[in-house]
């Protein structure tokens, strides 16, 4: 059976490394699946404007592009040349929630991710989506320094 | 940014001048207002004119008639599906891969932040004031009756709206009116969806623009001292100038947040108020079923009750006025009943809940003055209102209510009726744009030339009196139910169809809930 590893990117270096520590548990597992996400945060219980609602789909479809075209299609693109089998995945939500989500949709083995670049004030008080992923994945989650 | 430049030293500029003006110009806001009511009266007259040989205006029985229609139609759709409307809210039955649209929350929420506000505010102590008691229990009538009608008239909006190829959407009556009535085969579609624009716009001036000016200069000059109404709808228009058509979404984005916690503020007040004269309760509730069907001598009687209980709870709901289903059909259920489901909340939260709470507040705290040989209420001098204590009226009879339990909380208020006023604009500001779209187009000049009348309509409403702008801005309002309950009566089948469809497959399972 091929295992599945999930990797989570969020746009910065921390992705990268997190990248190479896959490359490199995916050689040592020999027969393996590579998923690649992005998730975009987003709440469906936040307030907005008529105008927000009416812009919203325009929008969205936006945000699906950029984070494709800017993240994960490099990042599948550069594995795939590499000789992995990878599958790239862009979805809204809470950062922790819908990584576990996608990867227990999928049959995924483990979440690697980078180690948290948030800091300040929100992350004192609601933890990082990182701190999240750790405390209520489903799958062994490995945070990649 | 240089256009915003200058707004700004506009803004500095017109304060700055302001009380210099006010001494050369005193009797502006009287000429305003004059003006105004000799330019409305014969509109308003035709729209709250009574049935011959009664006191009982037509408007008000078209409303109820069109609720009590379409709940006995729908077979009481807003208790059914009840339940069934919390679980879409909570997002129990959203895809996840359809995340990142416009939630059904985030439509209520926009929706409900166009109609929470100084209709529960202030609406409320003009029907308490003027109704007594009583009209409390109508209000409560009207809005779980009126739950019906924004069930009807939201599934329709998100129905029939118009999505473009960029993306964005444009939906409400307009659009459920000329392409519903096309659909089936229906004449005359058009020409609804045209009056219907034209009194959305005058709606989008009257009750989401000038009412809410005016109340809101109201509250402030109550803190400041007395000042001419002008300069606040200077001020304003400006602030609403400077978001709708400068683009300064972070007034609005902050404004549409802070407005969700001043409810829940307002609700947890007026809780604590009734919890701590708990023993009163029982009291107040037999004052709102005794005044309901006896008057409690109030002027005009059960019928005084009935009449301001159910225009005031029109007018805070907007049940069956339309505006709502312009709000929702951002969504883009692939159901568009389930949005009509969501919308029933709006009145009960708005009306059933936060209206009840208000008019409760004022009773307990007994803000009405009671003629204590007969135990009926006593009327004030001009004899059409109920005395009250320091012959408060509209906000500043709540604002007394709350303020005799917490001192402080008329400061609070005052900050809420301003931003409540603000989103209010905001939303309706949106809803007259799409009508004026629908009418002339869309297109970057046109739709600036109705943002700049509706920033001059600011002013209007700021400088004029309380009595001419409550009058035009509900017959404008009401004007739009007018029309889209008649249109609605063509198509509630279209809904009936839809609901068919989807309760079978609610109970087959194959509409079932996403784990999430």
């Known amino acids: 059976m091929t295992t599945k590893i999930v990797i989570g990117l969020d746009g910065t270096e921390t992705g990268e490394h997190a990248i190479a520590f896959a490359k490199d548990l995916a050689g040592r597992i020999g027969t393996c699946e590579l998923l690649v996400v992005y998730v975009i945060e987003w709440s469906p219980f936040t307030f907005q404007t008529p105008e927000e609602n009416a812009l919203r789909h325009k929008r969205r479809e936006e945000e699906i592009e950029l984070a494709t075209n800017r993240i994960v299609t490099p990042a599948v693109e550069a594995l795939t040349a590499d000789g992995y089998t990878v599958q790239g995945i862009v979805r809204h939500g809470d950062v922790a929630e819908t990584l576990n989500a996608i990867t227990v949709e999928n049959g995924g083995s483990q979440i690697i991710v980078g180690r948290a670049s948030a800091d300040g004030f929100k992350k004192r008080l609601f933890g990082s989506s990182t701190q999240n992923l750790v405390m209520h994945a489903d799958v062994p989650v490995t945070v990649v320094n | 940014m240089t256009m915003l430049k200058h707004l700004w030293l506009a803004v500095i500029a017109a304060v700055i001048a302001a009380p210099a003006m006010a001494q050369d110009a005193p009797g502006l806001d009287d000429k305003i207002n004059q003006a105004f009511a000799d330019f409305t009266g014969p509109f308003v007259s035709f729209i709250f004119a009574p049935f011959p040989g009664t006191s009982f205006p037509w408007i008000v029985g078209w409303l109820v008639v069109a609720a009590t229609v379409f709940t006995l139609y729908f077979a009481f759709v807003q208790l059914r599906f009840f339940g069934h409307a919390i679980s879409l809210v909570k997002g129990d039955y959203s895809d996840p891969n359809d995340a990142g649209e416009v939630s059904h929350f985030q439509a209520l929420a926009t929706a409900l932040s166009g109609t929470v506000g100084l209709g529960n505010i202030a609406g409320v102590a003009v029907a308490v004031g003027i109704g007594g008691p009583g009209a409390t229990f109508w209000m409560i009538v009207a809005g779980l009756l009126g739950m019906a009608s924004k069930f009807t008239e939201c599934t329709l909006g998100v129905k029939y709206r118009n999505e473009y190829e960029d993306g964005t959407v444009s939906g409400g009556p307009m659009y459920y009116m000329s392409k519903g009535f096309d659909e089936l085969g229906l004449p005359g579609g058009k020409i609804l969806a045209v009056l219907f624009s034209i009194f959305c716009i005058l709606g989008a001036l009257g009750g989401g623009n000038m009412f809410q000016a005016n109340q809101a200069h109201q509250q402030i000059a109550g ?72 008057g409690l001598g109030v002027a005009g009687g059960m019928v005084g009750a009935l009449i301001q209980g159910f225009r005031r709870a029109a007018f805070s709901n907007e049940a069956g006025v339309g505006s709502a289903a312009i709000a929702h059909s951002a969504v883009r259920t692939k159901e568009p009943i389930t949005e009509g489901f969501v919308s029933l909340l709006e009145p009960f939260i708005d009306t059933v809940v936060i209206c009840t709470m208000t008019a409760l507040v004022i009773i307990i705290t007994q803000q009405l003055i009671v003629d204590p040989e007969t135990g009926n209420y006593m009327l004030n001098e001009a004899g059409n209102a109920i005395a009250t204590v320091d012959g408060n009226s509209g906000v500043s009879l709540t604002s007394a209510a709350f303020g005799s339990a917490f001192s402080w909380f008329p400061y609070v208020l005052a900050i809420a009726v301003v931003l409540f006023a603000f989103s209010t ?57 007018v029309v889209n309950v008649f249109a609605l009566y063509f198509l509630m089948k279209v809904v009936r169809e839809e609901l068919a469809s989807y309760a079978s497959r609610l109970k087959t399972g194959e509409i079932r809930k996403f784990e999430h």
Not at chain 2, 240 to 251: D, H, N, R, T, Y
Not at chain 2, 273 to 289: K, L, S, T, V, Y
Request: charge should be neutral; aromatic fraction near 16%.
């Open chain 2, 223 to 294: 803190i400041t001292g007395d000042y001419p109404g002008w300069i606040t709808g200077v001020v304003f228009a400006i602030i609403v100038f400077l978001v709708i058509v400068g683009g300064l979404k972070s007034i609005a984005r902050v404004t549409e947040k802070v407005v969700p916690f001043m409810g829940i503020l307002y609700v947890a007040a007026a809780l604590v108020i009734i919890i701590m004269n708990a023993d009163q309760i029982g009291w107040a509730f037999g004052q709102i079923f005794a005044g309901a069907f006896t």
């Open chain 2, 425 to 481: 604009m905001i939303s309706w500001s949106y809803y007259g744009l799409k009508a004026w779209t629908y009418l002339f187009g869309e297109g970057h000049a046109k739709e600036l030339v109705f943002k700049v009348i509706f920033c001059i309509f600011v002013v209007i409403g700021a400088a004029a009196n309380l009595g001419p702008v409550i009058d035009f801005s509900d017959a404008a309002i009401f004007a739009m139910a």
